[in-house]
């Protein structure tokens, strides 16, 4: 399957505490569109106790197969990138995944261990990832399945509700189907 990769860089902040109980919270601000010769780890700025740190690079990959994704993302009106990290300190904070499938950026996000959020996606990226799509993107036109009206005089049915243990997938490849 084609697939083409884009190596980004990951801007956090991170806001000082709001109760005295709490710790900072590190969330993802922004990417940038190249890998800066940047260490990860680095503070960027302070700006009245915010903090602004590069975490580190990753690569985004496009797969041929979200194409159709990728045009969804375009054209939501706010192109975005989901950036998924992990710890709340900046200097040990591990970029997890970068992506701009927002169906696999909605699935990290049920991730409790990891801190996502959807930032803007830069201009170069967006071009990168639409002509990518444009190259790869395949119109599934929509069929409606239609439904068979169900034969109240028949004496079978068209297929068992229930398997039996020889029809099972299991078992065709030479695999017990119980435990």
Avoid at 24 to 29: A, D, K, N, V
Avoid at 151 to 158: E, L, M, T, Y
Wanted: net charge neutral.
């Amino acid at each position: 399957m084609p697939r083409e990769i884009i190596r980004i860089g990951v801007v956090a902040q991170r806001r000082p505490p709001v109760t005295r109980w709490s710790t900072g919270e590190l969330r993802p601000l922004l990417v940038l569109p190249v890998e800066p010769a940047t260490p990860p780890g680095t503070l960027l700025g302070t700006e009245a106790g915010v903090e602004t740190w590069y975490v580190g690079g990753r690569d985004v990959v496009l797969w041929s197969g979200d194409a159709s994704h990728h045009r969804d993302n375009l054209m939501s009106g706010r192109p975005s990138v989901w950036v998924a990290l992990r710890g709340s300190d900046p200097a040990r904070a591990e970029v997890m995944a970068a992506t701009v499938d927002p169906y696999e950026g909605e699935g990290l996000a049920s991730d409790p261990d990891l801190i996502v959020d959807a930032v803007p996606m830069p201009d170069a990226v967006a071009r990168a990832v639409a002509a990518f799509a444009d190259r790869h993107f395949v119109e599934m036109p929509f069929k409606k399945r239609k439904r068979q009206p169900a034969d109240p005089n028949a004496v079978v049915s068209r297929a068992p509700r229930v398997l039996q243990p020889e029809d099972k997938w299991e078992n065709r490849k030479g695999r017990r189907s119980d435990p």
